[in-house]
């Protein structure tokens, strides 16, 4: 049997309904879902909520029993079982005399994880909305980070691991090479400040700090790479974990389903006045929009790259163009129903230059302090620089997403209230559309940043400025300012074109 017919088979035993109400296709899809959150996220996306319910509660009470047996584990001095089994017992005799605290506390961590979940589920929404009401959307979204929980749980438990490995690892190192330090020296009897005693001494207390960390530095050299900064490695996997939830969960919510359709009469696009039995070649009675614009088969055929209007080149650069000068024109034409997956192509095709341009800040502070001002110390760029310099650049890779997931999802919700229409379909186009905005944004934003932090070191504007309030507070209020102009255009721009999708007929 190849592995292809090997894949239907399974993907056959799973499509069946066992007796047991899909509890074996829901165990093995939440066990994947770290690893194959798509497909997953397909074969669970019918289930009801109360078994998503069910293995998020399963894997959050699993995880809290992991954390507090890791801390016993670690709490013991030696990793042997005897010192395990009384680090248990003295942990079961303090849980038992402050029963009441620590039930607070697990409950209290309980419901912070279930609000961090459902402000997850509100953030994502938008991006696997369709034409439907909107709690389907939220539904659909919650349904997706609970049954996601899984891969929580398994990254709890990387990290957790990782964490006391590397501790471990570090108190046998010191064991198999210790290392002596000198003896801190006392004051003597009686001294007084500011006497040449006490002068004299100050002197040896420097000696003694130089030798110490002197001693220090060569210890910690001495050590493999993963020991010398222990806090990295666990950190650094948290950070890779998280990466690895967030994208998963996009793919998970962004899978393709046949959700019902919502039904309202035909609108007009222009005012919104019901249409029905209305002549294609008439004119809205309300406010004298030909009807053929809002229902003739001109009328919202998608963005311009959606189509690939003119060519892929062509139909970047006109949507880039419209969504920024002219949102009401592109609003106007995007698709509620069947919004497809050309508006995420759009933005993930943005998101490389974005990562490049965050990750490119930190080198070109280096060489402009450099260059500028050479009595700071600032050297050209070295690798270690460049692996640091990788941090911001995902950072604002993750922030755009957030940026445009919380916009979509905020005016929906406004626009829930003020139409009694969902509009996260063509919310989150149009914030994808943006992201060519988001690029000269973020250009923006690195230069007047590293601009503000050469501006802070002139004398003149130290010199200028400190009469009023520090320098460096004033340069990176300059920097806020700007910055934050350019949030409120962005505001304003999403705004026009989410509201011209509120009367869309298909």
Known sequence: MSVNDSTVAFDSFLAAEPPSEGRLKLLVAAALCPFLPGWSARRTREIPLRQAAEVHVACVFLAILFLMAISVVWSSETFTTAAVRTSFSEFSRDLAKHWDEATLVILGTMLAVEAGFFALALLLMPWGA???PLRASFSHALRRVWCQSPHVWLAIVLIGLSAMGIDRLGD???????????????PPPGMQPNTPESDAFDQVMDDYYREHNR????ARNAKPWYLRDEELVPFSLGFCCGLWFFVALLRAVGVYRAAPRSTRPPLCEECGYDLTLMPHDGRCPECGEPVVVSLGPEARLGAPWARRE?????????TT???ISNPFALGRMLRMRDPGTAHRVFLFMHLPVVFLVGAAALPALALAMRNVAPETGSGPPTPELLLVALVPGVLCTVGTLVLVLATA??????????DKRNLLPGAIQHCCYLAGYFVCWEV???????????LGLQEWFRDWFERYLPPEFAAFELWTISNLIWLLVYLRIARTGIAATRYANR
């Open 130 to 132: 369709v034409d439907e």
């Open 172 to 186: 046998a190192w010191s064991a198999a090479h210790p290392v002596t330090y000198p003896q801190m020296p006392q």
């Open 215 to 218: 001693i220090w530095l060569e």
């Open 310 to 318: 003119g060519g892929r080149l062509r139909a970047w650069w006109r």
């Open 321 to 323: 163009c419209m969504a």
């Open 409 to 418: 999802s905020l005016r929906g919700l406004v626009h829930r209230v003020q």
């Open 444 to 454: 923006f934003g690195g230069a007047t940043g590293i601009g503000a932090i050469l």
